[in-house]
């Protein structure tokens, strides 16, 4: 089995940053592509960015020059450095996974963590 651990969510005031964290654990062949999500009430998850595991990366729009991802493939880890954090950036945060349990098989499996908590607010 493969669970994605989450953390480094919290309460901020405007203006201040923090990274998010996660780590893809148990049985992995290999880990493709990484991101995060977020989610208000009432809303979609959204995509925020995500990572392969050559490094390319995506962005959601309204993020560009103001989060960045990266990835430890060593460590099957993603991180998410938030900075300038504005109240619109309230969400609950979500890491999501693409993983190769095994060598010979062609067929990944996508995985969610359980959600990391963001507030931002004076």
């Known amino acids: 089995q493969v669970r994605l651990v989450e953390s480094g969510g919290g309460l901020v005031q405007p203006g201040g940053s923090l990274r998010l964290s996660c780590a893809a654990e148990?049985?992995?062949?290999?880990?493709?592509?990484m991101g995060w999500y977020r989610q208000t009430p009432g809303n979609q998850r959204e995509l925020v960015a995500h990572?392969?595991?050559?490094?390319?990366?995506n962005y959601r729009d309204s993020v560009k020059g103001q989060f960045i991802i990266s990835r430890d493939n060593a460590m099957n880890t993603v991180y998410l450095q938030m900075n300038s954090l504005k109240p619109e950036d309230t969400a609950v945060y979500y890491c999501?996974?693409?993983?190769?349990?095994?060598?010979?098989?062609?067929?990944?499996?996508?995985?969610w963590g359980q959600g990391t908590q963001v507030t931002v607010s004076p």
């Open positions: 148990g049985s992995i062949f290999r880990v493709n592509v």
């Open positions: 990572i392969d595991s050559g490094g390319r990366m």
């Open positions: 999501n996974a693409d993983v190769f349990r095994d060598s010979w098989s062609l067929t990944s499996y996508n995985y």
